[in-house]
Nanobody
Framework: QVQLVESGGGFVQPGGSLRLSCTASGNIGSTNAMGWYRQAPGKERELVARITSGGSTNYADSVKGRFTISRDNAKNTVYLQMNSVKPEDTAVYYC??????????????WGQGTQVFVSS
């Protein structure tokens, strides 16, 4: 069974930085994709960033140039470095992993979510 444990959320002032971490356990295979979604109050969950085990990344337009996703494959851990944060980045951030088999991604499996508050 796949489990994801997130850490690193909290309060940050506008313009500040925060780093989220998420470690996966269980059988996720050596080929997979990990990343982060977020959900703000009253809004739909949206993709923030995604990274494959090969290192390919994609970002939401709203975070490009401010957030950086990275991963440590040996630790099955994905990171989200959040710089120059804005109040609109306030949301619950959910880590996810998609497993890969025979040309198809499966999942995602979700973490429990970590709250990020951006406020002065």
């Amino acid at each position: 069974q796949v489990q994801l444990v997130e850490s690193g959320g909290g309060f940050v002032q506008p313009g500040g930085s925060l780093r989220l971490s998420c470690t996966a356990s269980g059988n996720i295979g050596s080929t997979n994709a990990m990343g982060w979604y977020r959900q703000a109050p009253g809004k739909e969950r949206e993709l923030v960033a995604r990274i494959t085990s090969g290192g390919s990344t994609n970002y939401a337009d709203s975070v490009k140039g401010r957030f950086t996703i990275s991963r440590d494959n040996a630790k099955n851990t994905v990171y989200l470095q959040m710089n120059s944060v804005k109040p609109e980045d306030t949301a619950v951030y959910y880590c996810f992993v998609q497993t890969y088999y025979s040309g198809t991604y499966y999942g995602p499996y979700w973490g429990q979510g970590t709250q990020v508050f951006v406020s002065s």
